[in-house]
């Protein structure tokens, strides 16, 4: 037997949130309890027939059995370029500004890889979607927290970034709609960010995994509607959450070309792309955007109605969330959320996930997630007034 030692960077890591929440999970299920998980963000809903479809006339053909490489199918990412300037009105050169992800999130966590050498310094916000904060260790930087607070409407204060160094920060996470806090911005924050990275020669990476789950008629802003971001910006974009295709692992990055093609030759030596079958399932999805779109709101704004009225009416405090499918609240002030999620499971026989596990800002608060049915997020509601009131 060797002795089997993990490296320096990997030691570092906490374990992956999601990965610890399913075993307490598969435990409860194991002793036949009936769990109401509102735990991880991964849509209940199934993938559209139609994109089902397209994959399987895509899996028959040949042609599509290879390594896909690199920039993969041009349809594909002609397809992105169509759909972002519908949606945003801006316009993209799809052989240079645009390239395919196995998902965003393999994306966010390789390109630190690009632009991060040992010293350098990367914001995060905090609380945050983990990956930003091991994509930076794994490429050896440092990190700079910037807080999510409530009374910023949990959007990082850039003025106050100060660092003796500003020079080593090369790179900045934003994340809006955000997840955990279900925040949104406007353009005046994109543009405040846009400024900041000119102003300091800071990447901007924007995660809009969730621009297109907006409730009460809100259309979340793409950074590139605000002057100035192709020349610091690069913008995460995921088929996972707006067309339920979250095992399918498929997405995409676009922005300033020099930013991208520094992702794509980090990419180019680690993965060899996405099933074609899968990029043609994309196409098929993004041309049907505004068909399927509407009723997947229309059932997530539900959810989102009946949890947050069902907990206002227990007396707890809670804001309808503009966008996202998760509601991020307050937990009673005698809790940690560590200590409020474990009530939750033991005495309701409900996952949630608490605050701290997204940064020590997220502390105090919890997250759940609307990827149950509206009779079961009732359920939940009546199990806490029972069991936790
Ligand atoms: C779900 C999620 C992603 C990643 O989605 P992929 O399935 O990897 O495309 C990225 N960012 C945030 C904030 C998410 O919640």
């Not at 350098?120 to 990956?131: A, R």
């Not at 399927?292 to 707890?316: A, F, M, P, Q, T």
Request: proline content about 6%; charged content about 30%; aromatic content about 10%.
């Amino acid at each position: 037997m060797i002795k089997i030692e993990r490296s320096e960077r990997l030691k570092k890591l906490p374990p992956y949130l999601f990965v610890e929440i399913d075993k307490a999970k598969k435990a409860a299920r194991e002793e036949g309890r009936d769990i109401i998980d509102l735990g991880i963000g991964d849509p209940d809903l199934p993938t559209p027939k139609f994109i089902v479809d397209a994959l399987r006339k895509a899996a028959r053909d040949p042609k599509n059995h290879r390594y896909p490489l690199d920039q993969g199918l041009p349809e594909f990412r002609q397809e992105c370029a169509k759909w972002l300037n519908k949606r945003f009105g801006v316009a993209f050169d799809f052989e240079n500004e645009i390239y395919p992800l196995i998902g965003s999130k393999e994306g966010i966590a390789h390109i630190p890889l690009a632009f991060i050498d040992p010293g350098d310094i990367v914001l995060v916000p905090d609380p945050c979607y983990p990956p930003y904060r091991s994509g930076t260790l794994f490429a050896g930087g440092e990190m700079l927290k910037m807080p999510l607070l409530e009374k910023n409407h949990f959007l990082p204060d850039l003025k106050a970034v100060n660092h003796a160094q500003m020079h080593k920060i090369k790179m900045l996470f934003i994340n809006y709609p955000n997840n955990p806090t279900a925040a949104v911005c406007d353009k005046k924050f994109l543009k405040e960010a846009v400024d900041f990275g000119v102003k300091h020669n800071i990447i901007i990476c924007h995660d809009a995994s969730y621009s297109e789950i907006a409730f009460d008629g809100f259309k979340p802003p793409s950074i590139f509607e605000v002057d100035g971001a192709r020349d610091v910006a690069i913008e995460f974009h995921s088929l996972s959450k707006t067309f339920s295709m979250t095992g399918w692992r498929l997405g995409f990055a676009v922005g300033n070309k020099e930013i991208v093609a520094a992702l794509a030759k980090v990419k180019s030596n680690i993965d060899s792309g996405c099933f074609f079958a899968i990029q043609w399932a994309g196409v098929a999805a993004l041309k049907n955007y505004d068909k399927h779109i509407r009723s997947v709101l229309k059932i997530y704004e539900e959810r989102r109605n009946v949890l947050v009225d069902g907990l206002n009416s227990i007396g707890w405090h809670v804001e309808k969330p503009k966008a996202t499918f998760y509601v991020w609240t307050h937990i009673p002030p005698r809790y940690t959320s560590a200590a409020f999620a474990k009530e939750l499971l033991e005495k309701c026989d409900i996952v949630a996930t608490p605050g701290n596990g997204f940064g020590e800002n997220g502390e105090g608060y919890i997250r759940f997630a609307l990827t149950v049915d509206k009779k079961r997020i009732r359920e939940a509601v009546e199990r806490i007034k029972r069991k936790l009131q």
